[in-house]
Nanobody, 122 residues
Framework: VQLQASGGGLVQAGGSLRLTCQPSGGPFWAYAMGWFRQAPGKEREFVAAHRSGGSASYADSVKGRFTISRDSITNTVSLQMDNLKPEDTAKHYC?????????????????WGLGTLVTVSS
């Protein structure tokens, strides 16, 4: 199963983007689906995640600005990003965890999409 992310682009500071991640290629279920990002020269960092029970988690840097949602039937996960800042500029990756996880480090996730670039101009 592949994860296909879309929705990235160029936006001015204060603007909004909506990222979508859709699984394809067969039956799919994940305990958690999340978004990570990686800026040039920096490590990949956690952004937001949605567990199958319905709970959501966010990095402190995006709380109050980003909202993650998940379609329980298609397992499509979306990330609504509002009030974007230049520091949000990064390649954003969708990821899925097939098994129960206790933290949102990148190592906890076992299926990754190719990523979509988000660029926020000042």
């Amino acid at each position: 199963v592949q994860l296909q992310a879309s929705g990235g682009g160029l936006v001015q500071a204060g603007g909004s983007l909506r990222l979508t991640c859709q699984p394809s290629g067969g039956p799919f279920w994940a305990y958690a689906m999340g978004w990570f990002r990686q800026a040039p020269g920096k490590e990949r960092e956690f952004v937001a995640a949605h567990r199958s029970g319905g709970s959501a988690s966010y990095a402190d840097s995006v709380k109050g600005r980003f909202t993650i949602s998940r379609d329980s039937i298609t397992n499509t996960v979306s990330l609504q990003m509002d009030n974007l800042k230049p520091e949000d500029t990064a390649k954003h990756y969708c990821a899925a965890a097939s098994y129960y996880i206790t933290n949102h480090s990148p190592d906890s996730y076992d299926n990754w999409g190719l990523g979509t670039l988000v660029t926020v101009s000042s």
